[in-house]
C-alpha cells in the first residue's frame, strides 16, 4: 500500500506544470561536474606537497615541525576518498573539509617560515613551486566558488514548491555546501614570532659614569 501511495503521489507531481524535475536533474549534473573539479585542484595542490617540503628541507633544517605537520596534513586529505556521495553525506563532507582546511593552514606556515630563508627564497625550484602552488589556490577557489553556487541552485530547487514534491517523491535531499567563513578562519596563517632582536643599549649621557 505505501509502494502503491508513492507512485500516486510521484504521477500526481509528475503532472504538474513546472514538477522541476528535469531541473533538479540538470542541478543534480552540475553539481557532479563542479564537485570534480574541486577534487581535480585539490589533487593538484597535494601532489605539489612533496617536492615543496623536500625543497624546504634542505635548507630550512631546523623547521622540521612545521614540515612534519605538512606531511601529516597532507596524509589527512589524502585518507579520505573523494567519491561524488561524499556530497550526499553531511559528516563526510565536513571532514574532507577539515583536512582541506588543515593542509591549507599547515601551507601557510611553511610559507612564513620560508620568509625567515633568503636562500631559499631566491632557489629557483622554489619559486616555481610557489608560482604553481599559488595558481593552484586560484584554481581551488574558483571550483570551489562553481560547486558553491550549484549546489545552492539544486538545495533552492529541493525546497521551493512545486519542486520540493518531485524532491520528496524522489528522494532528492539537500546537500551540504561550504562553509566558507568557519575554513577561512581554520585556514588563516599564524603569527610566527623568530625572536625579537634585543634593543641596543642606550647611550651614555656626557659626563656620566660607565
Known amino acids: 500500500m505505501r509502494t502503491l501511495w508513492k507512485l500516486l503521489i510521484a504521477a500526481w507531481v509528475l503532472s504538474l506544470s513546472g514538477c522541476g524535475y528535469n531541473t533538479l536533474q540538470a542541478n543534480d549534473e552540475q553539481i557532479k561536474a563542479s564537485w570534480a573539479e574541486v577534487v581535480n585542484q585539490y589533487q593538484r595542490r597535494a601532489d605539489l606537497v612533496p617536492n615543496l617540503v623536500n625543497t624546504v ?36 563532507f565536513a571532514r574532507f573539509q577539515s583536512a582541506q582546511a588543515g593542509l591549507s593552514s599547515a601551507l601557510s606556515r611553511l610559507l612564513v617560515v620560508s ?82 632582536t634585543p634593543a641596543a643599549p642606550a647611550a651614555a649621557a656626557p659626563g656620566t659614569a660607565k
Not at 61 to 88: D, M, Y
Request: charged residues 25%; proline residues 5%; hydrophobic residues 35%.
Open 57 to 92: 628541507k634542505g635548507y630550512a633544517t631546523h623547521e622540521e615541525k612545521v614540515l612534519t605537520q605538512v606531511t601529516e596534513a597532507r596524509a589527512r586529505v589524502g585518507s579520505i576518498q573523494a567519491s561524488p556521495e561524499l556530497v550526499n553525506d553531511p559528516e563526510a
Open 115 to 196: 620568509e625567515n630563508y633568503p636562500d631559499l627564497k631566491a632557489n629557483t625550484g622554489f619559486r616555481d613551486l610557489q608560482a604553481q602552488l599559488e595558481g593552484t589556490e586560484n584554481r581551488i577557489t574558483v571550483a570551489r566558488n562553481r560547486y558553491i553556487q550549484a549546489v545552492q541552485d539544486y538545495n533552492l530547487t529541493v525546497r521551493s514548491f512545486p519542486s520540493n514534491l518531485t524532491a520528496m517523491a524522489f528522494g532528492y535531499k539537500v546537500k551540504p555546501n561550504f562553509t566558507v567563513e568557519n575554513e577561512r578562519a581554520i585556514s588563516t596563517a599564524p603569527t610566527v614570532d623568530f625572536g625579537a
